[in-house]
């Protein structure tokens, strides 16, 4: 990466566990993008991680919904839900970081998703708007300028960008260094929801 002033910048990886590389949500593509993120990472002296962590009573799991199935939808107190595979469960292999990401100077995990009654897609904020620390943690250290890639595209980390460019910070999400569900044209929505908040989509090299 060229002209990354490193004192205000950070990389935000998200969620490469897993349940979303080779367990129970697997994404196509997605470990192809773990060497890339270890190359990127050490671009970066500001590295946080994201972690999704459920319960395994979590209302996001269509196995705890009587008569639906994964990819179904229903309606929260916080708006429309996804239901998805149970994935990425307290205490299970399925919840850990990939064995092959290797980011040691990443500073800080942040957990999501594991209130039971609330999803969270977005590294900042749950669906219901309750925050997670992550603007803080930014904002103390002067941070103004967010790099974002991981898993899934589409979702956790469209909404991490999402709210990082509604929370004030210059986004980009290195879409090369990303993996995508696409169910039902969600990556085309995604990117054009991402575009609207005024994130920058890079689909270039990410060296040199």
Sequence with gaps: MKNINQATTALIVVDVQNGFITGNLAVQGAQRV?????ELAKQFEHVVLTQDYHPANHIS????????QPFDTIVLSYGEQVLW???CVQGTDDANFHPDLDIPHAQLIIRKGHHW???SYSGFMEADGTMTGLDGYLKQRGIDTVYVVGIATDFCVAWTAMDAANLGYHCTVLMDAT???DQDGSLQAAIDDMQAMDVVLDFGKLSG
């Excluded at 773990?34 to 270890?38: G, S």
């Excluded at 799991?61 to 639906?68: E, G, I, L, T, V």
């Design 61 to 68: 799991f269509a196995s705890n919904h009587a008569d639906k």
């Design 117 to 119: 009654q609330v999803d």
């Design 179 to 181: 993996a995508a569900i």
């Design 34 to 38: 773990v060497p890339i993120i270890n």
């Design 85 to 87: 595979p149970d994935h």
